[in-house]
Structures are given as C-alpha cells and as structure tokens.
C-alpha cells in the first residue's frame, strides 16, 4: 500500500517541477505618445495600446486591462 501511494507523491513533485511557469507580458510602450494625435492613429492611448497588441498577438485586451498598462507606464 505504501508503494503505490510513494509513487503518487513523486509523480506530483515532478510534474510540479517540469510545468513552466508563466512569463510576465511585456507590452508596447505608448507613455511618449499624446492621445487621439496621428501617432496614436486618432485613438485614445488604451485603445491605440489594444490595437497594438492585436496587431502583435492577434488577441484583444479587455479595456480595462488597457487602462490598467497604459496608468503603469
């Protein structure tokens, strides 16, 4: 009975180890661009920061995760 359960635990701890852990995203930086001005393609900084990621990644940001890059940068 002990075997089977000594076996369980050293499975988890090394499927534990080999998953990778997740890299911090990195963002493109729009602190040096002034908002709704053609360098900004008219839009506003969170919106140009969600086009941009769409362009890069093909996903959208949630506007308010914009925001939120667009308030730290």
């Known amino acids: 009975m002990l075997k089977p ?3 369980l635990i050293a499975s988890i ?4 180890a080999l998953v990778p852990t997740a890299s911090a995203q990195t963002y493109p930086s729009v602190k040096n ?3 709704f001005s053609a360098a900004a393609n ?3 900084l969170p919106g ?3 086009y ?3 362009q890069r990644t093909g996903q959208w940001l949630t506007l308010l995760e914009a925001r939120r ?5």
């Open 48 to 50: 140009y920061l969600r």
């Open 69 to 73: 890059v667009v308030d730290q940068q």
């Open 42 to 44: 008219f839009m506003s």
């Open 13 to 16: 701890v090394i499927s534990a």
């Open 5 to 7: 359960f000594a076996v």
């Open 33 to 35: 661009v002034k908002a």
């Open 52 to 54: 941009l990621v769409h």
